[in-house]
Structures are given as C-alpha cells and as structure tokens.
C-alpha cells in the first residue's frame, strides 16, 4: 500500500463516498504448548494462504447489502471460515485500526482481532474445510509461528519473509505488539532478520 495512514473506525467511515471498505480479522487463542516440548507456542494466531498464492487474514471486501462493517466481515468470516465462525460476532470494540492509502484503488482496510479460547480456535480450524471459498478464495489456514528458533531465523523472521498481501504484513507486526503477542524487541529483530 505504500504510504498509509491509520485511521480510527469513525474517521475512516467519514472518508465518504467512493472509497470501498474491506475487513479482516485476526483470531487467536493462549496455546501452553512447546514444540520439540521446549520452544514455548504462545498464542496460536490464524493466517490464511490465499487464491493468490499470498498470505492474508481471513475477511474481505464488505459490500452495499452488508448493514455495517462487521456486519460485512462476519459475512466473510462465515465464507472464508465455514459455519463454525458464526457464532463470533465481532463487534466495533475489536476494532484495531483502519488503513488506506491516496491510490486510484481507494481500499481502506480495517482491521480486528479477537481472543478466543484454544477450543474454539482448534473448532473453527477443524470445520474450516467446510467453509463455501475452501479450495478456492481459501487454499487453507496457517497458524504463524511466534517463536525464533535457535539459530536466530527459524520461526517468525523466516514466516515474516513470505509474500503477504496488501498490508497483511503490517497488520500483523502491528497487531502481535499491541495485543503483547510477541515481546516488542523480539518483534523488531525479526522484522529485520526477515528483511535481509
Ligand atoms: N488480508 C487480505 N486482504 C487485505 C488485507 C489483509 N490483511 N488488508 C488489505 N487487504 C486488501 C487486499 O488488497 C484485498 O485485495 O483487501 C482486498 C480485499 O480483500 P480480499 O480478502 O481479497 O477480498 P474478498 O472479498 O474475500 O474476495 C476476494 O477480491 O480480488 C477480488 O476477484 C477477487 O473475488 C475475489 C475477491
Ligand atoms: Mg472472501
Ligand atoms: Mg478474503
């Protein structure tokens, strides 16, 4: 997206007529597992590859029928996610910021997150291949890893040197410090190493 800005729910609906507005949302849930019963999970977080063979969040664009944005987004959520995601309902508190960029497009992309529990995450995960865009908007979902391995690059930095799309990546960096996912310095080291 270039040069953004970050812009609250109400100052990017007062953007008015012309701009289409698009919601994702990231959804995770406290996880005590350690892999190899050492490196300690976290939080698992939820991503999705896309049909465009980049990494996203699930949600999208929100159309005129939707009667409001989260309205738009649980419409999404239920499309990308299956019928497990229903009973989610978002609302404008988990609302983490909109961004948008002056390009002839004229997206502004708002962005939610909510915590659920580890159950409710792995039920969402195990109906997601029941869900109408699996297989096709959807190629299926990851969880990020938040940890840094050993040698420094294994983990998050190598995830963060995936393709993501629009500001997918943002989003994300953004979200893991705001939400106190990922310790801030861990966070700028990654993002460094992954840019190398
Ligand atoms: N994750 C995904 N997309 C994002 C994100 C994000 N974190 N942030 C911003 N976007 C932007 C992208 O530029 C994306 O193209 O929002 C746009 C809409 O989001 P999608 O999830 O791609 O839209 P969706 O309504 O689910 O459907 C995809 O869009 O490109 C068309 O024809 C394509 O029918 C398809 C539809
Ligand atoms: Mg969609
Ligand atoms: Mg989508």
């Known amino acids: 997206m270039g040069e953004s800005r970050v812009v609250s729910r ?23 597992g350690r892999l190899f019963g050492r490196v300690p999970l976290r939080h698992a977080v939820l991503m999705q590859m896309r049909f465009d063979g980049q990494l996203g969040f699930p949600g999208g664009f929100v159309d005129p029928r939707d009667s409001s944005l989260e309205a738009g ?9 299956g019928p497990g995601a229903a009973p989610l309902s978002l609302a404008e508190g988990d ?3 909109a961004r948008f960029a ?49 040698d420094g ?8 040197s995936n393709s993501f799309v629009a500001s997918a990546r943002q989003q994300l960096l953004q979200a893991l410090g705001a939400l106190g996912l990922v310790p801030e310095a861990e966070l700028r080291r990654a993002d460094a190493v992954s840019r190398k």
Not at 153 to 160: A, D, E, I, N, Q
């Open 10 to 32: 109400a100052e990017a609906l007062e953007l008015g007529p012309g701009w289409r507005h698009a919601c994702h949302a990231l959804l995770y849930a406290p996880c005590p």
């Open 73 to 81: 987004l649980s419409r999404e959520l239920r499309e990308e996610l």
């Open 95 to 97: 609302h983490l910021g």
């Open 102 to 150: 002056e390009t002839p497009q004229r997206l502004v992309a708002h962005f939610y997150a909510k915590r659920l529990s580890l159950e409710q995450l792995r039920a969402l995960e195990e109906g997601a291949t029941k869900a109408a865009d699996h297989g096709l908007e959807v190629l299926g979902l990851v969880r990020v890893p938040l940890y840094t391995l050993r």
């Open 153 to 160: 690059v294994g983990g998050l930095p190598t995830f963060l």
